[in-house]
T-cell receptor, first 114, second 114 residues
Framework: AQSVTQPDIHITVSEGASLELRCNYS??????LFWYVQSPGQGLQLLLKYFSGDTLVQGIKGFEAEFKRSQSSFNLRKPSVHWSDAAEYFC????????????FGKGTTLSVSS | DTAVSQTPKYLVTQMGNDKSIKCEQNLGHDTMYWYKQDSKKFLKIMFS???????INETVPNRFSPKSPDKAHLNLHINSLELGDSAVYFCASSLSTSAYNEQFFGPGTRLTVL
């Protein structure tokens, strides 16, 4: 069965520091992978997605993620974190009919300290 | 504004009551979804409709009944509410069932069952 693991429940980084959020997936075929961000009290917004091709994908707000098939990972990175990046981050894998159903990890809460 | 909207934003009710949550999208999308986010922020797909037809029905109690009167609307009716139904419910839409299409999420409805 498909699953997504986000090993870090809560991460705190200093403003201006680099960030890496970890995501591991379990999926039989080539996965469709996504990172979403949820700001407090808000819905989810897509940061980036990977389907095929270049394993380093660029997203919005300066985020990028790298797909590593050998490690079943899709880690999210940002070189310099801003206070406004504090939010909940969800990794997801597309499954089911044409990959429609999103299976989410349990999320990582990012806090940014000044 | 083009978006996915949900009403109400907050819903507080007693056990045993019946309630509905409405969702509308004006993005011209064919596919709509309902997700449930529990108190630990875990997100799980409940239902998916494509062009008013049910295509995903996860293991959800039959007290939950989605209804899609047209492509732009997917409402969620819940009978005999239980304490465990307390959660945030998110509606989402995408252009089609293909995972290539981004899912756009509504702001969520926080349901509290007393």
């Amino acid at each position: 069965a498909q699953s997504v693991t986000q090993p870090d429940i809560h991460i705190t980084v200093s403003e201006g520091a680099s960030l890496e959020l970890r995501c591991n997936y379990s999926y039989g075929a080539t996965p469709y992978l996504f990172w979403y961000v949820q700001s407090p009290g808000q819905g989810l917004q897509l940061l980036l997605k990977y389907f095929s091709g270049d394993t380093l994908v660029q997203g919005i707000k300066g985020f990028e993620a790298e797909f590593k098939r050998s490690q079943s990972s899709f880690n999210l990175r940002k070189p310099s974190v801003h206070w406004s990046d504090a939010a909940e981050y969800f990794c997801a894998v597309g499954a089911g009919q044409a990959g429609t159903a999103l299976i989410f990890g349990k999320g990582t809460t990012l806090s940014v300290s000044s | 504004d083009t978006a996915v909207s949900q009403t109400p934003k907050y819903l507080v009710t007693q056990m045993g009551n019946d309630k509905s949550i409405k969702c509308e999208q004006n993005l011209g999308h064919d596919t709509m979804y309902w997700y449930k986010q529990d108190s630990k922020k875990f997100l799980k797909i409940m239902f998916s409709y494509n062009n008013k037809e049910l295509i995903i029905n996860e293991t959800v109690p039959n007290r939950f009944s989605p209804k899609s009167p047209d492509k732009a609307h997917l409402n969620l009716h819940i009978n005999s509410l239980e304490l465990g139904d307390s959660a945030v419910y998110f509606c989402a839409s995408s252009l089609s069932t293909s995972a290539y299409n981004e899912q756009f999420f509504g702001p969520g409805t926080r349901l509290t069952v007393l």
